[in-house]
């Protein structure tokens, strides 16, 4: 058995039918890539995945440590090891980015303000942070703004990234980290997350293009179409995308790269 497996997930969204049926096994040290055209159900299967209450699971089932997380809170979840970075981060005034990474590290590591022991301390955090915030070519000044407050697209995807490389999780779903990214920022991230890559770290990426897997190299390549997998296989199946896009599943949607700004 996988470390985290997926069973024929259904899942709608205000009462529409949108996941039909969706099984994935990801191992830790495997990369594998969800490509899809827009309206598939990429994002919902990331939400479902993690909990968002706006989407309502009508069957399957989500194994990871002997547990089925679909009956976990999202807070239970990603102390269990599951991270999501979204695709459209939101804005979270009031509260510095520093402040947040902090507390959701001691959260993760089960500190609940008694036991200092498992308090992150001031000097760790701040050479973790130098290291990652190097990598992502980001710098100190993001630190006391508030999440993602005035950031641009690509900064706020790189402070996704950056949320991983904090919390080191064991199942992390990418959802469209790359659109919307200039090429050296996907470099950038691609190179922060190749960093991370190994045997404890299974990858979910989630992209309706083909050009972050020319840095990223993934293991497996899935084809997500109106809510199912039409199609599973090694990096060929990008490679064939990137030719024919999703017309042959009547999606006119190209996969090869946006134009970029
Ligand atoms: P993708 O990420 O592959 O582009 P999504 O999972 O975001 O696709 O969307 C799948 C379908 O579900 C789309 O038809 C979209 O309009 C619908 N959908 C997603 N989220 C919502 C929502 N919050 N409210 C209403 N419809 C939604
Ligand atoms: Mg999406």
């Known amino acids: 058995m996988a470390d985290f497996e997926i069973k024929d997930l259904r899942a709608s969204v205000e009462g529409r039918e949108i996941l039909k049926g969706v099984s994935l096994a990801i191992s830790r040290g495997e990369v594998h890539a969800v490509m899809g055209p827009n309206g598939s159900g990429k994002s919902t299967l990331s939400h479902t995945l993690m909990g968002h209450p706006g989407y309502t699971v009508d069957g399957g089932s989500v194994i990871f440590k002997g547990q089925n997380v679909l009956e976990l809170e999202p807070d239970e979840r ?3 090891g599951m991270f999501l970075a979204f ?72 402070a996704e990234i950056l949320q991983m490389a904090m919390l080191k999780p064991e199942i992390a779903i990418l959802d469209e980290t790359d659109s919307g990214l200039d090429i050296d920022s996907i470099k950038f991230v691609a190179e922060a997350v190749n960093r991370m890559r190994g045997p404890e770290l299974g990858i979910l990426i989630i992209t309706h293009y083909t050009r972050i897997l020319e840095f990223i190299k993934p293991d497996f390549v899935h084809v997500l179409v109106d809510g199912k997998f039409v199609l599973s296989g090694g990096p060929e199946v990008a490679e064939r995308l990137e030719k024919t896009g999703y017309a042959e599943w009547g999606k006119e949607e190209t996969a090869q790269p946006e134009e970029v700004a």
């Open 78 to 80: 990603a102390r269990l």
């Open 87 to 158: 695709q459209y981060p939101v804005v979270v005034p009031g509260i510095s980015m520093a402040n947040f990474l902090r507390t959701a590290m001691n959260s993760k590591r089960g500190y609940d303000g008694k036991d200092k022991s498992k308090q992150v301390t001031p000097k760790e955090f701040r050479g973790l942070l130098k290291g990652e915030l190097e990598v992502l070519h980001m710098d100190d000044s993001f630190l006391p703004r508030y999440i993602n407050d005035g950031f641009s697209g690509g900064e706020k995807k790189r």
